[in-house]
């Protein structure tokens, strides 16, 4: 059973950047998924940020595109997102996800615990 | 993009009786792309079931899923006490991936 985990500052300044961290652990990132980055806050719900392949392919919300950087580390089992010019609109719990390509539709079957992301200086 | 309405934003029942939860697609999904999701407070959003209607891995029989085109239903056939949370449904037909605003089943 693939674990996710969430790891990054928990606090972030206004105009800068936001960067965080998912350890895949129980399973290879290698391991034909999707994995993916969905934040969630009281006002806009749960919001699908992008998502990257092991071939280093990635697909961003076009809402956020021109912010988001979302990159893998397959030496160390992990993948990362780097959100730019932050405001406080971006403050939400942030959650790192997978969808395996064996299910069909391509669903969220595992998810981190989520981790919370405060901007404010 | 697709938007994607769940109805309605609350609904009071109590246990042991059936909920009937809407999600209603703003253009026409395919039954394959169309996910159900449990959460619980303080957790992550829980995968119950995808393709429309098959249930994910340990999901009790009691949780089902219909639908196809633009509207799609989740059931839950006899309410326990743990089932009182909030529900999305998401689709993955088209980029990029959307979710419902979500329903809250709470206790009458």
């Known amino acids: 059973q693939v674990q996710l985990q969430e790891s990054g500052p928990g606090l972030v300044q206004p105009s800068g950047t936001l960067s965080l961290t998912c350890a895949v652990s129980?399973?290879?990132?290698?391991?034909?998924?999707?994995w993916s980055w969905v934040r969630q806050s009281p006002g806009k719900g749960l919001e699908w940020i992008g998502e990257?392949?092991?071939?280093?392919?990635?697909n961003y919300n076009p809402s956020l595109k021109s912010r988001v950087t979302i990159s893998i580390d397959k030496s160390r089992n992990q993948f990362s997102l780097k959100l730019t010019s932050v405001t406080a609109a971006d403050s939400a719990v942030y959650y790192c996800?997978?969808?395996?390509?064996?299910?069909?539709?391509?669903?969220?079957?595992?998810w981190g615990q989520g981790t919370l992301v405060t901007v404010s200086s | 993009e697709i938007v994607l309405t769940q109805s309605p934003g609350t609904l009071s029942l109590s246990p042991g009786e059936r909920a009937t939860l809407s999600c209603r697609a703003s253009?026409?999904?395919?039954?394959?792309?169309l996910a159900w999701y449990q959460q619980k407070p303080g957790q992550a959003p829980r995968l119950l079931i995808y393709?429309?209607?098959s249930r994910a891995t340990g999901i009790p029989d009691r949780f089902s899923g219909s639908g196809s085109g633009t509207d799609f239903t989740l059931t839950i056939s006899r309410l326990e006490p743990e089932d009182f949370v909030v529900y999305y449904c998401?689709?993955?037909?088209?980029?990029?991936?959307?979710f419902g605003q979500g329903t809250k089943v709470e206790v009458k």
């Open positions: 996800a997978r969808a395996s390509t064996s299910v069909t539709g391509l669903p969220f079957d595992s």
């Open positions: 129980g399973g290879s990132i290698k391991s034909s998924s999707w």
């Open positions: 990257i392949y092991d071939t280093e392919i990635a």
């Open positions: 253009q026409s999904v395919s039954s394959s792309h």
């Open positions: 393709e429309a209607s």
């Open positions: 998401q689709q993955y037909f088209s980029s990029p991936r959307t």
